[in-house]
């Protein structure tokens, strides 16, 4: 069935230090969502990508859909303690269903 | 402020029992979600439905089935519970759109199965 992969698992920084994580889907996605979810608390929604090799950015972070609409990224800059937490991408081909990565888990050392 | 509401955020059952877990959304909503989030798997997808009465099979819906009688309250039902059922279960709701619209996630139900 349709997968998505999400990497790292796990990632240690430095606050100050830039943070990436990676998501790859084996099918062509019609749409990605990345979501937040801080420690103890439910997924939030942070944005929708839609088109082939769309960039967009909130503040300090930057997403990107892949010219294939198979993968995207989300780059944070100068991560802050604020950014702690799991961040998870979120696609599908169509359809009502979200099929959700893993998940990579943020932790920032002050 | 819009809102999703679990009826409860900690639970704990015994192997066999019936157990419900309720979700309410405030936003009118169509469509109404059942995740459950286990350590290194993320979110997988139990059931949804987009209308009153109707329902669908997610990813991995052995083991539960779904109620939605009325537009604002989906249910997720554990007919007899098993330990490999223990897990945080998450509610979400989106609104109809064109396609997957973004999801507004309850506060969760942790469910131990003793």
């Known amino acids: 069935g349709q997968q998505v992969m999400q990497i790292p698992q796990y990632q240690h920084v430095q606050e100050g230090e830039d943070f990436t994580t990676y998501c790859n889907s084996s099918t062509t996605l019609s749409n990605i969502q990345w979501y937040k979810q801080r420690p103890g608390g439910h997924p939030v929604f942070l944005i929708q990508?839609?088109?082939?090799?769309e960039v967009k950015k909130q503040k300090r972070l930057t997403f990107q859909f892949g010219e294939a609409k198979k993968n995207s990224s989300l780059h944070i800059t100068a991560t802050q303690t604020t950014d702690v937490g799991t961040y998870f991408c979120?696609?599908?081909?169509?359809?009502?269903?979200?099929?959700f990565g893993a998940g990579t888990r943020l932790f920032v050392k002050a | 402020d819009v809102k999703v509401t679990q009826s409860s955020r900690y639970l704990v059952k015994r192997t066999g029992e019936k157990v419900f877990l309720e979700c309410v959304q405030d936003m009118d909503h169509e469509n109404m979600f059942w995740y459950r989030q286990d350590p290194g798997l993320g979110l997988r997808l139990i059931y949804f439905s987009y209308d009153v009465k109707m329902k669908e099979k997610g990813d991995i819906p052995e083991g539960y089935s779904v109620s939605r009688e009325k537009k604002e309250r989906f249910s997720l039902i554990l007919e007899s519970a098993s330990t490999n059922q223990t897990s945080m279960y998450l509610c979400?709701?989106?609104?109809?759109?064109?396609?997957?619209?973004?999801?507004?996630f309850g506060s969760g139900t942790q469910l131990s199965v003793l």
């Open positions: 979120a696609g599908d081909t169509g359809g009502f269903k979200t099929i």
């Open positions: 990508l839609v088109k082939s090799g």
């Open positions: 979400a709701s989106s609104s109809m759109g064109t396609g997957n619209e973004k999801l507004f």
